[in-house]
C-alpha cells in the first residue's frame, strides 16, 4: 500500500516561509562583513627589579678554596635568579596542620617559586665578610618586554570597517 502525503495551503505557506528565511540569513552573512585594523600595546613605563642572592663558601664541595668560592659564587646567583623569580611570578605556598584531642601534632609549610626569567644582567658578584659570597641581579622590564614583542606581537583594536 502506497501513502501518499497531501499538502494543504498551510503547509506550502510553512514551506516557502522555511526557504525565504534560511535564503534571507544566508544573505545577511554578507551584510556583516568586516575588517579589523589591529596597533600593538606598550606600556607607559617599565619597572626594574633588582635581587640580591648569598651563599655561604665554607661549606661548598670543592677541593680548593678558589673552587669553593667560585662554586658560592654560583649559588649566590642561583639564589638571586629565585629571588627574582618570586618577584615575578609569586610565590606559591601549601599549608599543613594536623590536631589531635585539640593539641596541634604537625604543623607543616612549604614554599616554591616557578618560572622563567629573561634578560637578567649580574649587576655584582662579591664577598661579605670571610665567609659569604653575595650576587646582585637586575632585571629590565623594558628590555624583557622587548624580547616578548619579538615573539608575540600583542594587539588591540584600532578601528573596524564594515561593509
Known amino acids: 500500500m502506497v501513502t501518499r502525503f497531501k499538502i494543504n495551503n498551510l503547509g506550502r505557506l510553512g514551506l516557502i516561509a522555511i526557504l525565504l528565511v534560511t535564503v534571507s540569513l544566508a544573505g545577511c552573512s554578507n551584510l556583516f562583513s568586516k575588517h579589523v585594523e589591529w596597533e600593538t600595546v606598550a606600556p607607559e613605563n617599565y619597572p626594574i627589579l633588582s635581587a640580591v642572592g648569598y651563599a655561604p663558601i665554607s661549606i661548598q ?71 659569604t659570597y653575595a650576587t646582585e641581579l637586575e632585571l629590565d622590564f623594558k628590555l624583557v618586554n622587548d624580547i616578548y614583542l619579538s615573539t608575540a606581537r600583542p594587539k588591540r583594536v584600532k578601528k573596524v570597517h564594515y561593509y
Open 61 to 131: 664541595k670543592g677541593a680548593s678554596e678558589s673552587s669553593k668560592m667560585l662554586m658560592a659564587l654560583k649559588a649566590s646567583k642561583l639564589d638571586a635568579y629565585r629571588e627574582l623569580t618570586e618577584q615575578v611570578y609569586g610565590q606559591k605556598l601549601d599549608g599543613d596542620q594536623s590536631l589531635s584531642s585539640l593539641v596541634m601534632q604537625n604543623t607543616q609549610l612549604n614554599s616554591s617559586v616557578q618560572g622563567v626569567i629573561r634578560a637578567a644582567k649580574v649587576v655584582k658578584s662579591y664577598p661579605v665578610g670571610n665567609d
